[in-house]
Structure formats: C-alpha cells, structure tokens
C-alpha cells in the first residue's frame, strides 16, 4: 500500500516540479497591458558627471518625442510595426542620437547607416547595410521586407531599390551635424584616442513594441561606429544579433558593442531563452546582458517588450538612453541606473 | 513513516525526471571519435534524374578531394579551424560549386562573394560580404577574425583590409566562368524564369570540423543567388544564420534559401536547441530542417559536428552535396536522399 501510494503521487511531482519554472509568467499574465512600447537612443559610457543640465534636458524630451510618436499609434489602435518605425524615425531625424541625421562619421568622413526591422506575426524581416543616400534607413528595412523576397540588402543595390519605390533620398551631406565632424577631426589627430568615455559610446536607436492585436515589432537604426573603416558592419541589421521578434515570444532590440552582440546572437537569444527554457523576459534578457555578456566586457544593453506586455531594459555600461509606456499608464525615461 | 518515506524519494525521483533526457548523449560520448570532419557543397534541386553520370562523377571526386584537404590536417593533429579553411578553399577553386571560382553571376553579370567563419573556443568570428577581388573568401573571414576588431566587411572596404594583409587578391574575371555567364544569359532572356529547378539549386559551401583537441570550427562560403540585385546578402556571410561554433556544443554550416536561413537564425537555434532543451546534435538539426523550415517552405539543409564527433546532415531539397570523415574510419559521400 505505501508503495502504491508512492506510485500515484511521483507523476503528480514530476509534473509539479516540471511545471513551477511557470509561476512567475501566470503572474506576469495577470496584469498584460493593452499595448506597450519601449525605446532605446544607445548605450555607452554615459555618466551624469559628464552630461550638462541642458544636455541632458534634450536628451530626455527626444525620448519623450520618440515615445509619444510610437504610443499615439498603438492607442489609437495601429500596429506595432507602424509604431516601431515612428518612434524610430524620430529618433533618426534628431541629431542628438547616432542614427539618420547625426550619424556618426567614417574614417572618410562619410554617413554609413545600417538598419533592420522584424515582424513578429510572420517573423517576416528586412534589413540595409551601409547606405549612404536614404533619408530613413528603417523605412528602407521595412521595405525590403514588404516588397521584396530578400531580407538583406546593401551599399549601393539597397539604395537603388529604396529609389525605385519612392523613398526619400538625401545626399550624404543632410546626416552630417558639425559636431560629429569635429568629433571625427579629434579622433583622426589623436587628440580623443584615450578618452574612453568617447570611445565607447555605441550609439543606435531602437524600439519594440505590442500593440492591441497582440502583434509584435521591433527595429533598430544606426550610424555604426565614429571612425569606422574597411565597411565593417556591425549587429544593427543583423537579424538575431540587433534585432528579433517572434509573436510566440519577445520583441527586441539591441544596442552596445555590435562584434559581441553579432557573436551571441543576442536578440534571438533572448526569445530562444523565453521558448526553450521557459525563462521569463526580465530573467533572460538580465541574464545575457549582465552575466553573459558582462563576463567577457562586451559593453551595451537591449530592449524588449513580451507577448504580454512585459518590458525589459538591461545594460551594463554606464548609461543607456531609454524608456516605455504602456496602456496602464505607466511611464518611464531614463538615463543612468538606479533611475527606476 | 509513510510520508516520511515520500519526502526522501521525492527529490531523487524529480531529479530522474530531468536528467533522463540525457541518456543519448551519454550513450554518443563512449563513441567519441578522435576528429571528425564533415563538409557540403549545396543543397537544391539536385535530381538524379537531371544529372548525367559523368558529372555526378565529377561531384563526387570533388567531395572526396575536400574531404580529403581537411582531413589530412584533422589526422595529424591540425586545427579544426585549418582543416575547414583547407576544405572549404578546396571547393573554393572547383567551379563545380557556387563559392570562388564558378560562383554565380549578378544581375550586372559580377561575381560578388560572401563568407563567414566562426571559432568554437573563443566564439570568435568574422565575415566578408559583396567582396569581388579577393580569391579566397572564407580566408578572408578568418583573417577579419584574427587581424580585426571586427566580425563583419562588406564590400570595397573588406578589399582594402584583406589587401593590406596580404591576402591573394584577382580580378573579378577569375570567378567567372562559361557556363555561368550562359546561365545567366539564359535567364536575363526569360527562358529559364519556369525553370524551377535552376532556380532553387542553392549553391554554397561549408564544413564543420572537430579536431583531436576537443576545439569546434566552421565556415561557409557562397556565390550567393544567381542574377542577384540590390546588393542583397544571404545567410552565408551572418554569424548564427549561416555559420555558428561553440565548442560546448556544436559547429554548423547552412545552405539553403537564405532568406529564410537569416530568419530563423538557423546555425544558432541547433547549438540553442542542444544547450537549452538538451536535445541531441540529430534531434535538434533534424527538427530545424524537416520540421520548422519545411512547414514553411523553406528549402535547403545543413551540416554539423558536436563536440563529441556525431555528424548531422539533414535536408529538405530533393539533394545536398555532401560528406564526412571521422578518425574511426568512417566514411560517407552523398548526394540525393536515403543514400545513408
């Protein structure tokens, strides 16, 4: 008898240990806002003795512009993939961000942009790297992916085809601010080659986002790094590096030391974590960023929203620009840590 | 007593329950061979039935003589990083496969090739994109690798860097040969648009390799698609898609139609599926290409070698070029299904 008894209550144990790494996820389902939306302007060596008041006032009103330009969509009703790219385009039309217009410069002087897009209902994705010519680098990404069979495109051909379907072109001169020419001036005399502080600023917009249907997005743009040479790409449009959605899962986007988040494969990584070892978004997202990555000082950080609208928001540099908004009405910008 | 006796079996029965899933991998380590390497060169609409004896030949003895460049160097205690690079240039020079010398021609009629290359110890890797002087593109993905910061070149820029190191540099007429310029013809003039055969045969080439250290590699090097344009950049070239290595698990090289590769972040999701679902090398590729890909139409195959010398060749194409070796003497080449 007390052996059956054993026999009876084991594979309702089993079950039961299998199953308790699921508590935290029913928890978090409890409480799915409507639609969420989260952003980021880059990480780096941001440190608030470096930063002046005024500074860091524009700083905090671009992300509430970018914010507001994504939220206003997904209140209203509009899908993530269209609040994803406004929040974006946002930030690439504000020079204070490394993106469109005030990318950083080439070791020639010149604007080379990446950028990639995904959509989490189809998995569906589009990217363009090194374009010189096209005003908003996601709208390119969108359009790969919507209007043609490639993902991928780049140089030259990607700008080619963003001009057959109409979309804004520039020359390379509307992304070039005075101030990133005199900061490529400095590096090229040797005069910034210590100072880490600039060295290691990875600048790169992104977002993602969920929006009423349950559908998810996510996106990031960049200049790539200050001083870059031999056309080196890095994990902005990089599909599972910079940038990953799946509606199963998470939406993500990446910003920090592209040659290690290329590596990880950081942006699938976080969903691959969520699917295959049940973890929730803060637990994997927190795990790659600060102990994976952390561990071998690859520098930066990513954000990501989950199919029930949870937002995750790791970096371990000294700052990553970035904040989300949510149907809830919770509301937040921030800069440094410890800001939550 | 009773409940008692439950509390002490409890534990050890639910820590049954999750290690059992280990048992095949067990039984895989007692076989571990020395090294092992395993290589293809394209997976595609490859039907017996289209192919004259003469040329499958002519494949065939191509394998081998790539098998045969790695292996020599895995037998004597080479590196797995070495005997791939000595695989994959070896296919490099035949024009028989869509990689080096007989790639497949663009739209404007150039060949533009792509290559990446990953380490399994460090997790180190790089990659060119859109190169077309450089005679050997795969070496100049290790050499992006071991000589720069960076993972990834495109383009000119890549040029630049591989010709400042030395690399053997030619002009872009080396790659071309008679019959892609005639298929490309054939194309451009529409008659071969119905052709589906032509269409889907996905050239590449790439190689996984163990060597006796126990250390991972793998790379992968292609032509890309036939009358490609805009710049477009396949799986070939992007870390996690087309190429992955983790000595704690598994190295992997992709062909297929690469969109889809890039999407579902294929060479990454096996070393992901064996980490976190603790699935074996066959369980996880086999899953990846018969199930996930084909349920979406998404055709091509893979080559893998785990960290204890099991090889995995799944394919969802009617053929895949392919093969392996191991230190145990076996030995297998192939082409179409169920010749295992």
Chains 1, 2 share one sequence.
């Not at 524009?58 to 993939?81: D, H, M, N, S, V």
């Not at 897009?117 to 998995?123: A, I, L, Q, W, Y």
């Not at 908003?136 to 991928?152: E, G």
Request: proline share 2%; aromatic share 6%.
């Amino acid at each position: 008898m007390r052996y059956l008894c054993l026999l009876l209550v084991i594979p309702l144990m089993l079950q039961w240990g299998c199953e308790s790494g699921n508590a935290q996820t029913t928890a978090e389902k409890k409480a799915r806002p409507e639609y969420a939306l989260v952003i980021h302007g880059g990480a780096g060596a941001i440190k608030k003795s470096k930063m002046t008041p005024e500074l860091e006032k524009a700083y905090r009103a671009a992300l509430e512009t970018a914010l507001q330009a994504g939220e206003t969509i997904l209140k209203e009703g509009g899908a993530a993939q269209d609040a994803v790219i406004a929040a974006i385009q946002s930030m690439e039309e504000n020079p204070l961000f490394n993106s469109g217009k005030g990318a950083v410069l080439t070791n020639q002087g010149k604007a080379e942009l990446d950028a990639s897009f995904m959509d989490g209902k189809s998995r569906n994705s589009g990217a363009v790297a090194g374009v010189r010519t096209i005003k908003s680098p996601i709208a390119a990404a969108r359009l790969v992916m919507d209007s043609s069979k490639h993902v991928m495109m780049s140089g030259e051909g990607a700008e080619i085809f963003a001009k057959s379907y109409g979309l804004e072109m520039v020359e390379n001169d509307y992304f070039i601010t005075e101030k990133r020419k005199s900061q490529l001036a400095r590096i090229l005399e040797g005069q910034m080659a210590s100072q880490a502080g600039m060295k290691k600023k990875y600048g790169t917009v992104g977002c993602a986002a969920l929006d009423k249907e349950g559908n998810l997005a996510a996106g990031t743009s960049t200049g790539g790094m200050m001083n870059k040479r031999y056309g080196r790409v890095g994990d902005a449009p990089i599909i599972g590096a910079g940038t990953y959605a799946d509606n199963a899962s998470c939406a993500v986007s990446c910003t920090g030391h592209g040659e290690y988040f290329i590596r990880n494969v950081v942006a699938y990584d976080v969903a691959a974590r969520m699917s295959y070892l049940e973890e929730s978004l803060e637990k994997a997202a927190n795990y790659i960023i600060m102990d994976k990555l952390k561990a071998i000082n690859a520098s930066g950080g990513l954000i990501a929203v989950d199919k029930d609208g949870n937002i995750a928001m790791p970096f371990n540099s000294s700052g990553m620009y970035r904040g989300y908004a949510k149907s809830t009405g919770e509301r937040f910008i921030g800069i440094y840590h410890d800001e939550e």
